[in-house]
């Protein structure tokens, strides 16, 4: 129970740091979000109508922690404020129209990434020296050093531009109606099938050679050596003993995904112009969109922070050492 108080309070910690440093980084950036924002129109503002504008999204004169104060009531109450790139749309909305396609896309296939690396990492190494040993390892590898962008605008230009077998880009044509419909869906996953083969091409190998590693290691304990001596079974040897021990490091691996998971991978989003959270990032990047990138920022630490939470609570389940006082710290 110690050690749950321990993580909670530290998860508590965290969170309001990164809230701080959300509100601090932003602000130090060069220029004004409301004079960027009336860059893109001709001709010139008078005074007051520029000052309209700052006390429409929220600029004051007010003392620094008395803004500190705002923004954390705002971010805690989900009051985001107004988006500047799709002005006058509330940012909540706008994150509430990206988020689910990125944990569609990026999620699914991390996911499928995770489950497939590991499966095969696990098989190489109880078969290590084998075939797949040898060549699954370094053909991934050489997939994974290609950046994303690269895979992506390759693959686009192959598959979508030259060949049509793919659209070009976006989530869904045009031409169909949104919702719960074959043809809509069908257009959805037609669409996300190069990203995610972007995706997956570019993470599948750390998994792969994460577990291959990670069995091997724990191939040669004693107790391992010691159980095979007993006779145990192969299957038990490999999934109960050494499969399990071995997938620990792997589920702190998958949590530290979990930022590029909620993020969305902002650059196969860009090449592909996937309406994800990792876009619409950019794009307020781009147009010094404070309130956008404040709050998807937030959401990105949250989802981090949630999820180490939730793996020291699953580490408790799968190694009972995991927060004894003489066990594993």
Do not use: C
Not at 47 to 76: C, H, T
Not at 251 to 262: E, K, N, Q
């Amino acid at each position: 129970m110690r050690y749950l108080m321990q993580k909670v309070v530290f998860f508590l910690v965290s969170l309001w740091a990164a809230m701080t440093l959300n509100f601090v980084l932003p602000r130090m950036l060069p220029g004004n979000p409301a004079l960027a924002m009336f860059a893109k129109f001709q001709g010139q503002l008078n005074p007051e109508a520029l000052r309209a504008l700052k006390l429409e999204f929220g600029f004051s004169n007010q003392p620094v922690w008395l803004q500190y104060l705002n923004y954390l009531k705002n971010m805690l109450t989900l009051h985001w404020g107004l988006s500047y790139t799709y002005f006058p749309t509330p940012v909540l909305t706008v994150i509430e129209h990206s988020l689910p396609w990125t944990l569609g896309l990026v999620g699914i296939t991390t996911l499928i990434a995770v489950v497939l690396g590991t499966i095969l990492g696990i098989y190489i190494a109880w078969r290590r020296n084998g075939i797949l040993d040898t060549t699954l390892p370094v053909s991934t590898m050489f997939l994974q050093a290609m950046p994303y962008f690269w895979t992506g605008t390759l693959l686009l230009f192959l598959f979508a531009f030259r060949y049509h077998w793919f659209p070009l880009g976006h989530a869904y044509s045009p031409n169909v109606m949104p919702g719960w419909n074959t043809p809509f869906v069908m257009s959805v996953l037609r669409h996300s099938i190069l990203p995610a083969i972007t995706i997956f091409l570019g993470s599948a190998s750390g998994w792969i050679i994460g577990m291959r590693n990670n069995m091997i290691n724990t191939l040669g304990e004693d107790y391992v050596v010691f159980a095979e001596a007993k006779g145990v079974s192969n299957w038990r040897l490999m999934t109960r003993y050494a499969a399990r021990n071995a997938i620990l490091p792997q589920i702190t691996s998958f949590a530290l995904a979990m930022g590029l998971i909620v993020s969305g991978s902002i650059l196969t989003e860009e090449v592909f112009s996937y309406p994800g959270i990792g876009f619409q990032l950019t794009n307020a990047v781009l147009s010094q969109d404070l309130p956008l990138i404040q709050s998807a920022f937030l959401i990105i630490a949250v989802a981090v922070l949630l999820v180490n939470i939730l793996v020291d609570f699953l580490y408790i389940r799968l190694d009972p050492r995991v927060g004894t006082r003489g066990g594993v710290k």
